[in-house]
């Protein structure tokens, strides 16, 4: 007949137990740093080779890692940097590319991407060069790609701020500032685009 007397006595001693949950005793949020555990490189007896970090079971990826063609999430391929964007180019992308490299690039390279920026005036060592005129003009795609993932001597990365589409919005518009500066070639416009150019300028 025990359990049949306990219950009340547990369900009486709810109210009560509820009151107490703020002065119980003090949690313990070392404990975890306190706990018996291994430093790194220490010896861990009961592995056969002793060591106490471990691999990865294979095939983990890093949770930062993107995955995918190497041209797009590198910007290269065995070792070489991608001549063209390898992304599909539209409108939005160019749009989403200004913003975002108004935002990270511009305050050093300029707005007009020719290294006119109060941050270049002022940066005595070496300068943001010039993204519109030589050597950046003749950059393969990849090589402006990789100078954003990875960054570049003095200049750090924005692989934090920017991801795999983002980056290439951002060389996409690059691209578009060094055409506007430096003019396109009649001859390399989409049809629709030349036929108008040359009703408007004749
Ligand atoms: C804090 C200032 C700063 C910002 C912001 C910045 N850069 Fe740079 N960038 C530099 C400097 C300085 C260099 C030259 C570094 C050197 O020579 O050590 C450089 C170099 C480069 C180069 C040439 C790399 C090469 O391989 O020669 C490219 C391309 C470039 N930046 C693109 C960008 C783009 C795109 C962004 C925006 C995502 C950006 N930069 C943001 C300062 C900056």
Redesign the pocket.
Same mark, same amino acid.
């Given at each position: 007949m025990k359990p049949i007397v306990a219950l009340p006595l547990v369900l009486a001693a709810c109210p009560l137990l509820a009151s107490c949950e703020n002065s119980g005793p003090e949690r313990d949020f070392e404990r975890m740093v306190n706990q018996a555990h291994f430093e790194y490189y220490e010896e861990a007896p009961f592995f056969e080779d002793r060591r106490v970090m471990r691999d990865p079971p294979e095939g983990t990826v890093p949770r930062e890692r993107f995955v995918g063609p190497p041209e797009v999430t590198n910007g290269m391929v065995d070792g070489a940097f991608v001549e063209a964007i390898p992304v599909p180019l539209s409108r939005p992308m160019l749009d989403d590319g200004r913003k975002? #490299?108004e935002i990270?690039?511009a $305050?050093?390279?300029g707005v007009g991407g020719d290294g006119v920026s109060v941050?270049a005036h002022n940066?005595e060592l070496?300068? $943001?060069?010039s @993204?519109v005129a030589a $050597?950046?003009l003749d950059?393969p795609a990849g090589?402006?790609y990789?100078?954003?993932a990875q960054g #570049?001597? @003095?200049?750090?990365t #924005?692989g934090q701020e @920017?991801g795999v589409e983002e980056r290439w919005s951002?060389?996409a518009y690059?691209r578009a500032l060094q055409l506007r500066t430096n003019g396109v070639a009649v001859d390399t416009l989409p049809e629709p685009v030349r036929a108008r150019m040359q009703k408007e300028l004749r």
């Open positions: 975002r #490299y990270f690039c $305050p050093c390279h941050v940066m070496r300068k $943001p060069p @993204l $050597p950046v950059y090589r402006v990789q100078a954003i #570049y001597g @003095l200049m750090p #924005y @920017l951002v060389v690059v």
